[in-house]
């Protein structure tokens, strides 16, 4: 039978269940408000159309550099109208369909399914439907209806701006844009892409002063867009005659947005990056899981390994002025080797690359620490008990870490699956001793309570899933 603590649980969790909105609605909408006007949750939060790979070409109409057309195409989607209900009325399915067809791209479809209908949702997404389809008085003329709607000012200011791009107005995108982008916070980091292609054309020194505001505007995760933004500004030095500051523009993108997809693996000719500044790239390659680039990127480096300071503690390769790199960035490297390795499943070389920072790097604790862990947990995948040493080592080094009971946990698991409870429970109740109570103690107790409950231990388990059920 159930425990009650399990009862209410369930109890929670179905009730919760029952409240959850349906996937895919957002509002409700009375059926007999449907010819009025409808909510409208954009995309991509504003309903902007990100830039085409046509509208991202270079400002003078010529083909833009290498990556830079295709950054922002993974962002389709350009309106969607949500809506619940929508089974209550075929209306409200109609809209819903075309908003999915505009936001693939399907505008003769979009217009087939929204027919007559006249309300300002429709006429706004008529006019992106007609813009797509290359129609551009038609557009604006489904604008001038969808105006019934003061809510949908803003939005409609952001497809005059497509529109005047259709027609080479830039000058009036910037115009309709850069007020959108103080007045409207939520639709900011979606207007950056268009403002900024429109400011290296009509104004490339005003967009150099506003490049560090627009990159705040992005999100930290989005990564083609922020290559895209790296390089505009290399196009807008260029606009300005300066071609040796368009080629750090280019560095820049190469170092500090490397997990896009267009970024060159290589940096821009007649650019030599430090090996600082390489191992920094490498850093956020590993961050963001791309670890086949890293890897790349570690192999072509070919940095020499770190050597074991020697006994009067000063860092070797600092004290050597022909030295290539000075001693904790090579440390770095390494540890970042052995995390990509272990990201790929290359256990060996995981394990080989943590030995050489456990090895040379003792000045810096806190990477031998981290060092440690990655080589415990290596080692407990690839050869199992073999890790054992490795994990007691940490677990006596470190017992004041989150991680402690991490490596404990793993020992008492592999134990365990071994047919071994005396050492599985010996290491779960290391756990439990822990000055620390980390993540894995609860789980720690439980298989103590079980272990007992198979011997059969009554009290040994009834002790154990008392210990379980009291607050720490």
């Known amino acids: 039978?159930?425990?009650?603590?399990?009862?209410?649980?369930?109890?929670?969790?179905?009730?919760?269940?029952?409240?959850?909105?349906?996937?895919?609605?957002?509002?409700?909408?009375?059926?007999?408000?449907?010819?009025?006007?409808?909510?409208?949750?954009?995309?991509?939060?504003?309903?902007?159309?990100?830039?085409?790979?046509?509208?991202?070409?270079?400002?003078?109409?010529?083909?833009?550099?290498?990556?830079?057309?295709?950054?922002?195409?993974?962002?389709?989607?350009?309106?969607?109208?949500?809506?619940?209900?929508?089974?209550?009325?075929?209306?409200?399915?109609?809209?819903?369909?075309?908003?999915?067809?505009?936001?693939?791209?399907?505008g003769n479809r979009a217009l087939r399914l929204l027919g007559a209908l006249d309300s300002p949702a429709a006429a706004l997404l008529r006019a992106r439907a007609r813009r797509l389809v290359g129609d551009a008085r038609g557009a604006a003329a489904a604008l001038v209806q969808a105006r019934r709607a003061p809510e949908f000012g803003a939005l409609i200011d952001v497809e005059l701006a497509k529109l005047a791009v259709l027609r080479g107005d830039w000058p009036r995108v910037v115009g309709l844009l850069l007020p959108l982008l103080h007045e409207q916070p939520p639709l900011a980091a979606s207007l950056v892409p268009l403002l900024a292609q429109a400011q290296v054309i009509v104004a490339p020194l005003n967009y150099l002063q506003k490049f560090d505001g627009y990159l705040a505007l992005l999100a930290a995760d989005d990564h083609e867009m922020r290559s895209c933004l790296w390089e505009r500004r290399a196009q807008a030095q260029e606009r300005l005659?300066?071609?040796?500051?368009?080629?750090?523009?280019?560095?820049?993108?190469?170092?500090?947005?490397?997990?896009?997809?267009?970024?060159?693996?290589?940096?821009?000719?007649?650019?030599?990056?430090?090996?600082?500044?390489?191992?920094?790239?490498?850093?956020r390659l590993v961050a963001a899981h791309r670890n086949e680039r890293a890897l790349l990127a570690l192999e072509a480096l070919a940095l020499p390994e770190p050597v074991a300071a020697a006994a009067n503690g000063r860092d070797p390769n600092l004290s050597d002025p022909n030295a290539a790199a000075p001693q904790a960035l090579l440390c770095r490297a390494a540890y970042l080797h052995g995390l990509a390795a272990r990201k790929l499943r290359r256990y060996a070389v995981a394990e080989a690359h943590c030995d050489v920072v456990l090895r040379a790097c003792a000045a810096q604790p806190d990477l031998v620490r981290q060092a440690a862990f990655l080589r415990a947990k290596v080692v407990s995948i690839r050869d199992g008990l073999r890790a054992?040493?490795?994990?007691?080592?940490?677990?006596?080094?470190?017992?004041?870490?989150?991680?402690?009971?991490?490596?404990?946990f793993w020992a008492g698991d592999m134990y365990q699956r071994r047919g071994d409870p005396t050492r599985a429970s010996a290491y779960y109740r290391r756990i439990d001793a822990l000055p620390m109570r980390g993540d894995f103690c609860a789980e720690a107790?439980?298989?103590?309570?079980?272990?007992?409950?198979?011997?059969?231990?009554?009290?040994?388990?009834?002790?154990a899933l008392q210990r379980l059920l009291r607050a720490d």
Not at 24 to 40: I, K, N, R
Not at 445 to 463: C, T
Request: net charge negative; with cysteine; proline share 10%.
């Open 1 to 106: 039978m159930p425990s009650a603590c399990t009862l209410a649980f369930l109890q929670l969790f179905f009730a919760q269940a029952a409240a959850a909105p349906v996937a895919g609605t957002h509002a409700t909408l009375p059926a007999e408000q449907v010819g009025a006007s409808v909510e409208v949750r954009m995309g991509n939060a504003s309903g902007q159309q990100p830039p085409t790979a046509r509208s991202l070409a270079a400002p003078d109409g010529a083909p833009a550099a290498e990556g830079a057309a295709a950054a922002p195409l993974a962002r389709a989607a350009d309106a969607l109208i949500d809506l619940t209900n929508i089974g209550r009325a075929p209306v409200l399915a109609a809209v819903q369909a075309a908003s999915y067809a505009v936001e693939i791209g399907d």
């Open 241 to 283: 005659g300066r071609t040796a500051e368009a080629s750090q523009a280019r560095l820049g993108r190469y170092l500090y947005a490397p997990v896009a997809s267009t970024t060159p693996l290589q940096p821009p000719p007649g650019t030599v990056p430090s090996t600082a500044q390489q191992v920094e790239r490498i850093d």
């Open 388 to 408: 054992i040493p490795a994990i007691d080592a940490f677990a006596a080094e470190y017992p004041d870490h989150s991680m402690a009971d991490d490596v404990l």
């Open 445 to 463: 107790r439980w298989r103590l309570a079980w272990m007992a409950w198979r011997q059969p231990d009554l009290p040994a388990a009834e002790e």
